[in-house]
C-alpha cells in the first residue's frame, strides 16, 4: 500500500550496530505497529502507538525500541542488532475502529545481521 | 544460525478451479475476522472482512465463511487465476480486553495456481 512507506526496502547489518527502520503513512491514522515476520512463524507484534503519547510494547520487543516522532512516522531500532533478528519487518497502521482494527501494511524490509 | 519455522499448508490447485482456504481461530470472543493476501516481496493486503454476526460475506470473486461454532474461518477464491498465487492468513480481532487494538494472525497457507 503506498500509503504506507518503510525504508530501508533491504538492509544488511553487522552484528553489534544499531540500525533504525523507519515507516511513514500519508493514511492520517492515529494507530502504527511494528510487525516481524519469519518463515512459517507469522507476523508477531514487537510495538504499537495508539498515539503520539502512548506507546505500548508487544509480544516479542526485547532487542526493539521505537519512536512515535510524529503522526505519520514511527520507527523502529534494533540497539545492538543480533543474526537471529534477520527477518521481514512490516510496519502498519489502522483507523483506530474498535470494533475492526483493519490494518494495513507497508511494503516491508528485509533486514540480515550477519 | 538461522531458526527453522514451521511449514506451512499449502493449496495448489488449476486456473480457473475454485480454491477454498481455512483457518480455524483461537478466541471464541474474537468479533472481527480479516483475510490479508502476502505476495512475494510484498506486505500483506486486505482482501475481505466479516465481523461475528454475520455467516457469510461475499466479495469481488471471494467470499468468507464463519461457523463460530467451531471457530472456523474459511476463504473461497472463485475461478482461481495465477495472480491469485500468494500466502493467505487470517486475522482476528478482539475489541476488549489485553488484545484490545490488537490482531492475532494465523500463520498462513501458501496457494499455487498452475496454468
Known amino acids: 500500500d503506498a500509503d504506507v512507506t518503510q525504508t530501508p526496502r533491504n538492509r544488511i547489518t553487522k552484528t553489534g550496530k544499531r540500525i533504525m527502520l523507519e515507516c511513514s503513512q500519508t493514511?492520517?491514522?492515529?494507530?502504527m505497529y511494528w510487525y516481524r515476520q519469519d518463515p512459517g512463524l507469522g507476523l508477531r507484534l514487537i510495538y504499537y502507538?495508539?498515539?503520539?503519547?502512548?506507546?505500548n510494547k508487544g509480544e516479542i520487543s526485547d532487542g526493539y525500541s521505537v519512536s512515535r516522532q510524529a503522526q505519520a512516522k514511527f520507527s523502529l531500532s534494533l540497539e545492538s542488532a543480533i543474526p537471529n533478528q534477520t527477518a521481514l519487518y512490516f510496519c502498519?497502521?489502522?483507523?483506530?475502529?474498535?470494533?475492526?482494527?483493519?490494518?494495513?501494511f507497508g511494503p516491508g524490509t528485509r533486514l540480515t545481521v550477519t | 544460525g538461522e531458526s527453522v519455522g514451521l511449514h506451512l499448508p499449502t493449496l495448489s490447485v488449476q486456473e480457473g478451479d475454485n480454491s477454498i482456504i481455512n483457518c480455524a481461530y483461537s478466541n471464541s470472543a474474537s468479533d472481527y475476522f480479516i483475510w490479508y493476501k502476502q505476495e512475494s516481496g510484498k506486505g500483506p493486503q486486505f482482501i475481505i472482512d466479516i465481523r461475528s454476526n454475520m455467516d457469510k460475506r461475499q466479495g469481488q470473486r471471494v467470499t468468507v465463511l464463519l461457523n463460530k461454532t467451531v471457530k472456523h474461518l474459511s476463504l473461497q477464491i472463485a475461478a482461481t487465476q495465477p495472480g491469485d498465487s500468494a500466502v493467505y492468513f487470517c486475522a482476528e480481532n478482539l475489541a476488549g480486553g489485553t488484545s484490545y487494538g490488537k490482531l492475532t494472525f494465523g500463520q498462513g497457507t501458501i496457494l499455487t495456481v498452475h496454468p
Open positions: 493514511k492520517g491514522h492515529d494507530r
Open positions: 502498519a497502521t489502522s483507523d483506530g475502529d474498535p470494533l475492526s482494527n483493519k490494518q494495513y
Open positions: 502507538s495508539f498515539d503520539v503519547k502512548d506507546i
